[in-house]
C-alpha cells in the first residue's frame, strides 16, 4: 500500500488538484494537519475512513500510524497544508518510511505564497522590475537558519522576498528589511489566504509593523516585500512581443 503526501492548499477547500480529491475520497485512513487543513476537505474521505488529526503527534506516533496503516493493507492519504515541498516537515517522515519499508509518493499543492499573490492581484516576476522570487522564513521558536542562510543576504538583492513564520517579528525585521528596500518599500501580509476569514494588509516597510499589530495577525500569514507589488511603469514581456521568432 501507499501513502500519499499530498499538498491540501492554503486553506479553501477547492484549492486542490483533482489527482488529491480523487486519493482523499477513496483512501481508508487519512492523516491531517489539523486546523491547517479544511474541514471541508476532510469530509470528502471515505465513510468509515481513519481520520487522525497530526496536531498534537510528534513524529514517532506519526510514523506509527503511517505504518499501521500500511500493515493492515491501507493506502493513506497524508494531508499537508500548502505544497509538501515547502516547508512541510514532509523529508523527515520520508526518512522513517524509507527506513520502515514502507512506500509513498508526492501529490503538490498550492503553496500559501501563491494563493497571497492571488488574493494580492500580483505577478511576482514583473518584467524589467524583478524575476527572481526568494522563499525564506525566520527564526524564533523553530529550527535555527542554517549558517550562511541570513534575511539581510537576500534582501540586498533586491529580490522579490516571500517570508514564512515572520509576521510576529515584523516590527523587528521591517527595519532591516528597510536598509534595502527602502522605508517606502512595498509590502503586503495576507494571512489565511483563501479562506473565508482571509485579510490582506498592503504598505510599506515604515507602517506594515503598526498595520500587522493593529490587526491582530499572529500566525498563518506571509509576507511579500519588493518592488513588483507596486509595479506599473515596465515593458511588456517578450513572450507576447511581435518581434519574438515563433517559427
Do not use: N
Not at 520520508?94 to 498550492?110: C, N, Q, S, T
Request: hydrophobic letters at 45%.
Amino acid at each position: 500500500m501507499t501513502v500519499h503526501f499530498i499538498g491540501a492548499g492554503p486553506g479553501a477547500a477547492d484549492l486542490v488538484t483533482l489527482r488529491a480529491a480523487r486519493i482523499i475520497a477513496s483512501a481508508p485512513v487519512c492523516l491531517y494537519a489539523g486546523a491547517l487543513v479544511p474541514r471541508e476537505l476532510i469530509d470528502t474521505a471515505p465513510a468509515g475512513a481513519r481520520l487522525v488529526d497530526t496536531a498534537d503527534l510528534d513524529l514517532d506516533r506519526i510514523t506509527a500510524e503511517l505504518v499501521a496503516a500500511h500493515e493492515a493493507g491501507h493506502d493513506v492519504a497524508r494531508l499537508h497544508s500548502g505544497d509538501p515541498s515547502v516547508y512541510s516537515a514532509m523529508a523527515e517522515q520520508m526518512r522513517r518510511l524509507d527506513a520502515a519499508g514502507v512506500p509513498y509518493d508526492v501529490v503538490p499543492g498550492v503553496p500559501a505564497f501563491a494563493a497571497a499573490a492571488a488574493s494580492l492581484k500580483r505577478e511576482l516576476t514583473v518584467p524589467g522590475v524583478g524575476q527572481t522570487i526568494v522563499l525564506t522564513r525566520t527564526s524564533a521558536r523553530s529550527t535555527p537558519m542554517p549558517p550562511g542562510e541570513e534575511l539581510a543576504a537576500y534582501a540586498a538583492t533586491g529580490a522579490t522576498l516571500v517570508l514564512h513564520l515572520a509576521v510576529q517579528r515584523i516590527g523587528e525585521l521591517a527595519p532591516q528589511l528597510a536598509a534595502h528596500y527602502g522605508d517606502d518599500g512595498p509590502v503586503a501580509v495576507v494571512a489565511r489566504a483563501s479562506r473565508d476569514d482571509e485579510l490582506v494588509l498592503r504598505g510599506t516597510l515604515a507602517d506594515i509593523a503598526g498595520q500587522v499589530e493593529a490587526a491582530g495577525v499572529r500566525r498563518t500569514a506571509v509576507v511579500i516585500v519588493g518592488p513588483v507589488l507596486a509595479a506599473a511603469e515596465f515593458p511588456d514581456s517578450h513572450l507576447y512581443s511581435t518581434t519574438r521568432c515563433r517559427g
